[in-house]
């Protein structure tokens, strides 16, 4: 079905050394036309009272340990910049708070 709204891909982003996770944003009806995706970047530097950056507690693999959803840093990529397959997906609930930030 190609890519969809809450999966998480390591992404080779704009200003950055190396691959990082990230959560793809683009609506999956979108995603069947566009070249490019909108993501947000992963991160596992936990800062206190950031009101722009969800909290996500990755339960193993890639995902293990705490991460936050950088809200504050959505991007726009070239789809090719998404590196391999998915490696997890978001729940519905969790795609819904960091719609709302």
């Known amino acids: 079905m190609g890519i969809r709204t809450g999966e998480i891909y390591l992404a ?33 530097v936990l800062r206190a009272n950031f009101p722009a950056r969800v909290e996500l507690q990755g339960r193993r693999g890639r995902t293990a340990g705490a ?11 070239p789809e ?15 795609m819904q708070a960091i719609e709302a930030r």
């Open 12 to 44: 080779a982003l704009p200003n950055q050394a190396k691959a990082r996770p990230a959560i793809v944003l683009t609506a999956d009806w979108l995603s069947q036309y566009a070249l490019d995706v909108s993501v947000i970047p992963l991160t596992s």
């Open 67 to 77: 991460k936050l959803a950088k809200c504050d840093q959505v991007t726009t990529i």
């Open 80 to 94: 090719s910049l998404l590196v391999g397959s998915p490696f997890g997906r978001l729940r519905a609930a969790r």
